[in-house]
C-alpha cells in the first residue's frame, strides 16, 4: 500500500502559472508551460513501468483499471482513470503524455516532452523497492542518467540541457516504505523507532536532490506523506479497534512531513538557483476523507474497484473485472490504496497556489 496519494498534488501547481508563463516546446508544434515532464515515484505516478517487469506482483495492466481512461483500456496506471502526472501535463497544455521509461514509447522524438521513471511499490529506501520487486530510487536515478544520453542523441547537446533546466520534476515517494516495508518487516522495525526511521528517509531524499541537482533539475515538486492510517487498506490491516483512520500511523505521517520540510529549506541554502516546494497533502486529504458529502462523494469508507466494505487486497483483484462500482465519480477510493480520477482532480485543486514558486 504504497504513496498513491502523492499524486493529487502536483498538478494544480501550475493552472494559475498558466497566466504568467509560457514556454515554446522543444518540437516547436505546441506551446507549453515547462518543455518536459520528470516523474520519479512509486504508484501514485507509475504510468505503465511495472507493465515490464517480470518478477513484481504489483500491476495494474488488466481490467477494471482504466477503464474511464482514454480508450477505457488499462494501462499501467492504477487508477480507473488519470493520475495527477496526467492531469499535470493537461494544465500544463501537453497534447501527449511523458512515456513509461520502460515502454516501447520512450524513444526518439517521444522523449522531447519528458519521461516517467516511477515504479508501484518504490521508495525513498531502497529495501523498500527490492522486497516488491519494483525499479528502486537508485535505479530510477540511473535510468534518468541514460534518458539524458537518449535526449542529447535525438535533439542535440544543446536542446537537451535546455530541456534538462527547464523542465518540471515531480517526486512522491513515502507511503510504501512505512506501509509495505517499516511496518511489516522485523528487520527494520525492531532496529528503528517510526522517528528514526523518518530521519533516515529523510537522508535518503536529501542525496535525491542532490543527486538531482547535479544533473541539471532545478525545477522539482515533492509531495509529503499524506494520512495514510486512512486508507481503506491500511484501516483494515492495521488496526486494532475502531473505525476510524489508524491514528499512529497518521502521527507518524506527519512527523515525516515536518522533518522533509526542514530538510527541503536546508537544501534551498545548499543548492543556487534550485526551487524546490513541498505540497502538503496531508490536510487537503484528511479533510476530504472526513468529510467526503462536502465534495459531493457518497464514500471514503472503501474502493470502488469490488473491495467490498473491507478490502481483501491492496489492488484490484482481477476476479473482480466487472465487480466495481457503477460510476467511480463517487468514490474517493478506487482501490483499497489508490484515489479515483475525481478524487485526484478536487485535491490537485485544493493545492493550486502551493508549486507556483516552481515556475517563476
Not at 482504466?66 to 487508477?79: H, L, M, S, V, Y
Request: aromatic letters at 12%.
Amino acid at each position: 500500500m504504497e504513496g498513491v496519494l502523492c499524486q493529487n498534488v502536483i498538478i494544480l501547481i501550475f493552472a494559475l502559472a498558466l497566466v504568467n508563463y509560457t514556454v515554446v516546446a522543444q518540437d516547436s508544434s505546441s506551446t507549453t508551460v515547462v518543455p518536459a515532464l520528470i516523474s520519479f515515484g512509486d504508484s501514485a505516478l507509475d504510468v505503465g513501468n511495472n507493465d515490464y517487469l517480470s518478477r513484481t506482483v504489483f500491476k495494474s495492466n488488466y481490467p477494471p483499471y482504466g477503464r474511464d481512461f482514454g480508450n477505457q483500456k488499462p494501462t499501467g496506471r492504477f487508477c480507473n482513470g488519470k493520475l495527477v502526472n496526467d492531469i499535470t501535463a493537461d494544465t500544463l497544455g501537453f497534447t501527449t503524455y511523458p512515456p513509461a521509461y520502460l515502454s516501447p514509447q520512450a524513444t526518439g522524438k517521444n522523449l522531447l516532452i519528458g519521461a516517467n521513471f516511477a515504479s508501484a511499490a518504490s521508495g525513498y529506501d531502497d529495501r523498500t523497492a527490492f522486497l516488491r520487486h519494483a525499479i528502486s530510487l537508485s535505479q530510477q536515478l540511473r535510468y534518468y542518467k541514460e534518458y539524458q544520453s537518449k535526449l542529447a542523441a535525438v535533439t542535440g547537446s544543446s536542446k537537451a540541457a535546455f530541456i534538462i533546466k527547464e523542465a518540471l520534476y515531480l517526486a512522491c515517494f513515502g507511503t510504501a516504505d512505512f506501509l509495505q516495508n517499516y511496518y511489516v518487516n522485523p528487520k527494520i522495525n525492531k532496529i528503528y523507532t517510526p522517528d528514526q526511521y523518518s530521519t533516515y528517509l529523510v537522508g535518503k531524499y536529501t542525496s535525491f536532490i542532490k543527486d538531482l541537482y547535479a544533473l541539471g533539475a532545478r525545477r522539482v515538486g515533492v509531495t509529503a506523506l499524506p494520512p495514510m492510517g486512512c486508507l481503506p487498506a491500511a484501516k483494515t490491516y492495521f488496526r486494532s479497534h475502531g473505525k476510524g483512520c489508524v491514528s499512529r500511523i497518521n502521527t507518524d505521517a506527519q512527523g515525516f512531513n515536518k522533518k522533509l520540510n526542514l530538510a527541503t529549506q536546508q537544501l534551498k541554502k545548499q543548492l543556487p538557483d534550485i526551487k524546490i516546494a513541498v505540497f502538503d497533502i496531508y490536510k487537503p486529504l484528511y479533510d476530504l476523507i472526513l468529510s467526503p458529502a462536502t465534495n459531493g462523494f457518497l464514500d471514503a469508507t472503501k474502493g470502488c474497484c469490488g473491495t467490498g466494505a473491507i478490502p481483501v487486497s491492496l489492488f484490484c483483484n482481477r476476479k473482480y473485472t466487472t465487480g466495481s462500482c457503477r460510476n467511480a465519480s463517487e468514490y474517493v477510493f478506487w482501490d483499497g490504496v489508490h484515489f479515483t480520477e475525481t478524487a485526484n482532480q478536487i485535491i490537485s485543486d485544493s493545492l493550486l497556489f502551493q508549486g507556483i514558486s516552481l515556475l517563476g
